[in-house]
């Protein structure tokens, strides 16, 4: 279903602008438990939907914010082509039966989410090509385009990507697509938490199909995509145990690109740490799950704030609240001086009135 509410989302934000009234952006909400509380008057965007352009030649796609990604995937699929940075849909749209809810290409790359292929394929800050935007300003804006040579001067489709709506409201977005492999294969090794470090940062080093890795605790994924032979000659040099399609299918896109493992069902906060993939384990209260290579490390915590973003900054990471705990506290890790009053220009020269996502980000933001 094609739907533009072009003019009408420009309509509310013009006046949202006048009256300095906030607004919190909504898709169909399998993300509203990501980021900061915000407070503000509820903008739906779920209604702006549509394929605008499908171009499996030019192995790129452009859809509106509110389109499902169970549909832009599944016209994808017809030409066998994915996209490849895996993003999350964070809801039950994954069989494709419910295309008219679940997560939307919006969402997705408002939140910069991407899957286990993240470090093998790109981000979706790497695969985002152009934006059309509509500012705080009641502006609507185009950056980039739908080719990858396109870009001239600073890349503003990729500084909306992971922004979380706070510096304009992604109406229309580009993204590069790439076709499915042909042979995808599993293994799996038992090993302890520093051995899959080092294995995983070793076989980085060398030339291997690698598109996923993920250490649960016990035993060590990894997934081999690409050509026949490729992967067979990969799979006989990485060794381990091979495993059924069925099941490596349900393990990497049920339980751990939508996490459903029973890792992510604790209570206890969950914690993103992004670090240097080759640093040994962290020693943390909690239990972690591995995944890119050994940089994204996931923690299920109670410990205080501090402690797990001090040990995190020690060896030059982040860490990000990403779901639970207190959403009005800081739950990405905190900016310096100089890098957040950047921030703050760059905010208010898209949203002068603080209109857009207040707070989703910063508490300043």
Not at 67 to 90: D, N, R
Not at 138 to 166: C, H, P, Q, W
Request: proline letters at 7%.
């Amino acid at each position: 279903m094609s739907n533009d509410l072009t003019a009408e989302l420009q309509d509310r934000v013009r006046a949202a602008a006048d009256a300095s009234l906030p607004l919190r952006l909504e898709g169909n909400g399998t993300k509203s438990a990501l980021g900061r509380a915000v407070d503000g008057e509820g903008l739906s965007l779920s209604g702006h939907t549509g394929i605008l352009n499908y171009q499996p030649k030019e192995l790129v796609v452009t859809a509106r914010c509110g389109t499902p990604l169970c549909e832009i995937e599944a016209a994808l699929s017809e030409q066998g082509q994915m996209l490849p940075f895996e993003p999350p849909h964070f809801a039950d749209d994954s069989d494709g039966d419910n295309s008219t809810l679940g997560a939307t290409l919006g969402g997705t790359i408002a939140c910069g989410l991407s899957g286990p292929a993240r470090p093998y394929a790109g981000s979706a800050r790497d695969l985002v090509l152009g934006t059309r935007v509509l500012t705080g300003r009641a502006e609507i804006l185009r950056f980039g385009g739908e080719v990858m040579k396109n870009v001239a001067g600073y890349d503003i489709s990729r500084l909306m990507t992971g922004a979380y709506g706070t510096l304009g409201i992604l109406l229309d977005i580009s993204v590069k697509v790439l076709p499915i492999s042909t042979t995808v294969r599993t293994l799996v090794q038992t090993c302890s938490q520093p051995e899959a470090i080092h294995r995983m940062t070793g076989w980085a080093a060398k030339p291997l199909p690698i598109s996923a890795t993920c250490f649960d605790g016990e035993r060590l994924w990894v997934r081999l995509s690409g050509n026949q032979g490729g992967v067979s000659a990969a799979a006989e040099r990485i060794g381990g145990e091979s495993v059924d399609e069925g099941e490596a299918l349900v393990f990497w896109r049920d339980q751990i690109r939508e996490q459903r493992h029973p890792f992510f069902a604790d209570d206890a906060p969950l914690w993103r740490l992004s670090v240097p993939p080759a640093v040994p384990p962290l020693s943390l209260p909690g239990v972690q799950l591995i995944e890119w290579g050994g940089a994204q490390r996931w923690l299920r915590s109670d410990a205080a704030a501090d402690i797990i973003r001090a040990a995190t900054t020690s060896v030059g990471g982040h860490a990000t609240l990403f779901r639970g705990g207190d959403r009005r506290s800081e739950v990405f890790h905190p900016l310096p001086a100089g890098l957040m009053t950047l921030h703050r220009e760059m905010k208010r020269a898209f949203d002068p009135n603080g209109i857009l996502n207040p707070g989703r980000l910063y508490p300043t933001l």
